[in-house]
Every structure is written in C-alpha cells, then in structure tokens.
C-alpha cells in the first residue's frame, strides 16, 4: 500500500507560479509510476505530467515549457512546478503512483489561477 499527501495549491495571479508537493508513505521503494492529474469542474481528470522512476517523463500539449515535473525516489516524493500559469490552469490536482496493477491517489489539491 502506498498513501499520497499533496500540498502547495493555492491563489495566484495569471502568470504566477505555484509549486506542489506529493509526499508517498508506505511502499515506496516499489513505486514505478508518479504523476499528476488535474481535473477542472464539469471536465474528466485529466494526465499533466509524470516520471518513472529511471527519470523519464512526460507531458500535456497544454503544459509543455511552462511546468516540470521532479521526482526523488528515494524520498518517495514528486513535485510539480508550474510557471506562467493560466486561468485554464484552475482545476483540482492529484497525485497519483502506481507499481504492477496497483494504483492510488492522493486527496487533491485545488489551484486558482485569478486575477
């Protein structure tokens, strides 16, 4: 079992940046897959980005040059910077890891991008 705490949502202006957090408890050493997710009011959930755990990673068309995705295995962590963020940025964001057939989520984190 793996647990995901996210944090480091929040209130920004169009252009600002937020950084969020994903903190995984458990069994993390078994952790292959790490990514975020996001999903707006009335749409589906949405991939943003994720990385393996040997590093490679990958991105939304809507994201590309404007977030990058970190990750420390050993930590059992993975961050999510966004920079230049837009109001179609606003949505709920999750944490997801998965090893094998196994997946689990976080509990989200909202980011508004308003002026």
């Known amino acids: 079992q793996v647990q995901l705490v996210e944090s480091g949502g929040g209130l920004v202006q169009p252009g600002g940046s937020l950084r969020l957090s994903c903190v995984a408890s458990?069994?993390?050493?078994?952790?292959?897959?790490m990514g975020w997710y996001r999903q707006a009011p009335g749409k589906e959930r949405e991939l943003v980005a994720y990385?393996?755990?040997?590093?490679?990673?990958n991105y939304a068309d809507s994201v590309k040059g404007r977030f990058t995705i970190s990750r420390d295995n050993a930590k059992g962590t993975v961050y999510l910077q966004m920079n230049s963020l837009k109001p179609e940025d606003t949505a709920a964001y999750y944490c997801?890891?998965?090893?094998?057939?196994?997946?689990?989520w976080g509990q989200g984190t909202q980011v508004t991008v308003s002026s």
């Open positions: 990385m393996t755990s040997g590093g490679s990673s």
């Open positions: 458990g069994r993390i050493s078994s952790i292959y897959f």
């Open positions: 997801k890891a998965s090893y094998a057939a196994a997946q689990f």
